[in-house]
């Protein structure tokens, strides 16, 4: 079991930035270091559905969704078993809720669907205001 907690978020005015983290923590009873799993960064305004906007994988390559891609970075850090949204640029149409989750297994090109990754962390609410 893994649990992902992320913190970060808050009101920014449009064009500002933030940074959001994610720290992990696994029980006892988990057989995979941290640094196997393939982490992605989700998102979910009010009335909308969950999109997938970043991820990376266990060899630190990255994919991004075209609504925030050369805005935001993904990083990893797996000493501190934490993944990072660093995001620029910020615009009305960020405000949402922002996830991490953590996939078990190579999302290969499904790293922008949920069911790609076992487990989510609670969310930390993004607001931009214009």
């Known amino acids: 079991q893994v649990h992902l907690v992320e913190s970060g978020g808050g009101s920014v005015q449009s064009g500002g930035s933030l940074r959001l983290s994610c720290a992990a923590s696994?029980?006892?009873?988990?057989?995979?270091?941290?640094?196997?799993?393939?982490m992605g960064w989700f998102r979910q305004a009010p009335n909308e559905g969950r999109e997938g906007i970043a991820a990376?994988?266990?060899?630190?390559?990255?994919a991004y969704a075209d609504s925030v891609k050369g805005r935001f970075t993904i990083s990893r850090d797996n000493a501190k078993t934490s993944v990072y949204l660093q995001m620029n640029s910020l615009n009305a149409e960020d405000t949402a809720m922002y996830y991490c989750?953590?996939?078990?297994?190579?999302?290969?090109?499904?790293?922008?669907?949920?069911?790609?990754?076992?487990?989510w962390g609670q969310g930390t609410q993004v607001t931009v205001s214009s």
């Open positions: 989750a953590a996939s078990t297994v190579w999302y290969g090109g499904h790293w922008s669907l949920e069911n790609t990754y076992d487990y």
């Open positions: 990376i994988d266990s060899d630190g390559n990255t």
């Open positions: 696994e029980d006892a009873y988990s057989s995979l270091p941290y640094n196997s799993y393939d």
